[in-house]
């Protein structure tokens, strides 16, 4: 009875250093990486994060093998994320890559982006707009053969 409130306060100790890290990244694997970027995205507002995930699918790109790219994330912030992200782009558009050269800034670029994630789902295709439109369910006629 006497070792009930030391392994109480050890598991609270324990919870409390686990949840410590929730903004950075764990990415001592892939699968963890993908995972912690995700849950850290969610959490982020809406104006970080599409910058957010054009960085670190950037670093990414940038970074081919796998643990370079692991080291390279691991531990980080989405601030310190960011910062790399742009340090890439403004060498790609140094280096003269064409998809960098059409932008000014990056934040010209993010702001191009953003408006693109903002305007996914709203356009409905033909077959939506007939499935909602009530007047075309009674012109179709399905046979079943």
């Not at 790399?84 to 403004?90: D, L, N, R, T």
Request: proline share 2%; charged share 35%.
């Amino acid at each position: 009875m006497k070792k009930l409130p030391f392994v109480l306060l050890l598991l609270s100790c324990m919870t409390l250093v686990a949840c410590n890290n929730g903004q950075k990244i764990n990415a001592h694997n892939e699968k963890t990486a993908y995972k912690s970027v995700r849950m850290i995205k969610t959490r982020l507002g809406e104006d970080m994060r599409v910058e957010y995930e054009m960085s670190f699918w950037m670093i990414r790109d940038a970074k081919k093998d796998q643990n370079e790219f692991l080291n390279a994330v691991d531990g980080k912030i989405p601030a310190e994320i960011i910062a790399m992200g742009k340090e890439i782009y403004q060498e790609r558009k140094a280096a003269g890559v064409a998809e960098y050269q059409q932008y000014k800034t990056w934040e010209e670029m993010m702001a191009k982006y953003d408006r693109e994630r903002n305007n996914q789902g709203k356009e409905k295709s033909d077959i939506n707009e007939k499935a909602q439109d009530p007047r075309m369910s009674n012109r179709e006629v399905i046979y079943k053969l």
